[in-house]
């Protein structure tokens, strides 16, 4: 079993920022790739970013490239999404997500995770 605990949601102003942090705990943590999910009222979850076992790589969906940033501290098993420029569309609750290392994971399928935390709620004000 795999705990992830998010922090760092809350409310910011359009063009502001918000950090998200993602604590893991009871696997090894460079065993899973890390990725960030989001799910607006009324919507489906779907993929926002994701990054390799040593942070090497990282995967984003286009609505949130050149403004959010995926990485992990392995020494301290938390992965982050650094939010920059937010816009009001990006008001979701973002839950951190864990796959397993395995041959052809798709990080940017919700399936395709093994571990999912809580969800932080992000609110973005115009």
């Known amino acids: 079993q795999v705990q992830l605990v998010e922090s760092g949601g809350g409310l910011a102003q359009a063009g502001g920022s918000l950090r998200l942090s993602c604590a893991a705990s009871g696997r090894t943590f460079t065993n899973y790739f890390m990725g960030w999910f989001r799910q607006a009222p009324g919507k489906e979850r779907t993929f926002v970013a994701a990054i390799t076992l040593s942070g090497d790589s990282t995967y984003y969906t286009d609505s949130v490239k050149g403004r959010f940033t995926i990485s992990r501290d392995n020494a301290r098993n938390t992965v982050y999404l650094q939010m920059n420029s937010l816009k009001p569309e990006d008001t979701a609750v973002y839950y951190c997500?864990?796959?397993?290392?395995?041959?052809?994971?798709?990080?940017?399928?919700?399936?395709?995770?093994?571990?999912w935390g809580q969800g932080s709620q992000v609110t973005v004000s115009s």
């Open positions: 997500a864990a796959a397993q290392l395995r041959s052809g994971v798709r990080v940017t399928i919700a399936s395709q995770y093994d571990y």
